[in-house]
């Protein structure tokens, strides 16, 4: 059965790097996303992309962060100048009708 | 403003018996789609559970099912016979212009 995948899975990061996480949605989805989970807290949509542009943003995606599609796979959250706010877990989706598919998520540890 | 509001933060249940999570919603919109989510330590997200709102009948999965109650927006999860491997965070979602908005989730203690 094809799934999502994401890598890596644990970063860790010191304070003010630039962070690039990485998802391969499956093959035939058209739409995706990323959500955050901060440990112990809800999962919060952040952005979801569509024909190579944002379709919509909340409000924490700021101008921190930006996605990328770079090829025909991967599907990318880049974060800039990374905050101690921003260890959580990132989770990966795509989606080709209603249901979205998640990915294992990254976790992200800034120190 | 679409919410989902899980007003239990934690659940207990006996090894086999069964348990009730509670999940409501508030939404204008007439279709749309709700989920169940088990999050176990690994942090992986695995569907549980869907419900579109358009069907009158409540969805099961095997031991997971559903009491679904729109005009109420009501979606609660039922686990019979529960196992130890049910203990995780549960989150009910809701989708709204096509993203996911999760409730604050609600961990499921299963006792031996």
């Known amino acids: 059965e094809p799934e999502v995948t994401q890598t890596p899975s644990h970063q860790v990061t010191q304070m003010g790097q630039e962070v690039i996480l990485r998802c391969v949605p499956i093959?035939?989805?058209?739409?995706f996303y990323w959500y955050r989970q901060i440990l112990g807290q809800k999962v919060e949509f952040l952005v979801s992309?569509?024909?190579?542009?944002?379709?919509?943003k909340s409000e924490i995606f700021d101008d921190q962060f930006s996605v990328e599609r770079p090829d025909g796979s991967n599907f990318t959250l880049k974060i800039r100048s990374t905050k101690l706010e921003d260890s959580a877990m990132y989770f990966c989706?795509?989606?080709?009708?209603?249901?979205?598919?998640f990915g294992p998520g990254t976790r992200l540890t800034v120190t | 403003a679409q919410t989902v509001t899980q007003s239990q933060p934690e659940m207990s249940v006996q090894e086999a018996e069964t348990v009730t999570l509670s999940c409501t919603y508030d939404?204008?919109?007439?279709?749309?789609?709700l989920f169940w989510y088990k999050q176990p330590p690994s942090r992986q997200m695995i569907l549980v559970i869907r419900?579109?709102?358009?069907?009158?009948q409540n969805a099961t999965e095997n031991r997971f099912s559903v009491n679904f109650q729109k005009a109420a927006k009501s979606f609660s999860l039922k686990i019979s016979d529960s196992q130890l491997g049910d203990a995780a965070m549960y989150f009910c979602a809701y989708i709204h212009t096509y993203k996911y908005i999760f409730g604050t989730g609600t961990r499921l203690k299963v006792l031996a």
């Open positions: 992309f569509y024909n190579n542009e944002i379709s919509e």
């Open positions: 939404t204008s919109e007439s279709d749309y789609y």
């Open positions: 989706a795509s989606r080709r009708d209603y249901e979205q598919y």
């Open positions: 093959s035939n989805h058209l739409y």
């Open positions: 419900q579109e709102a358009y069907k009158q």
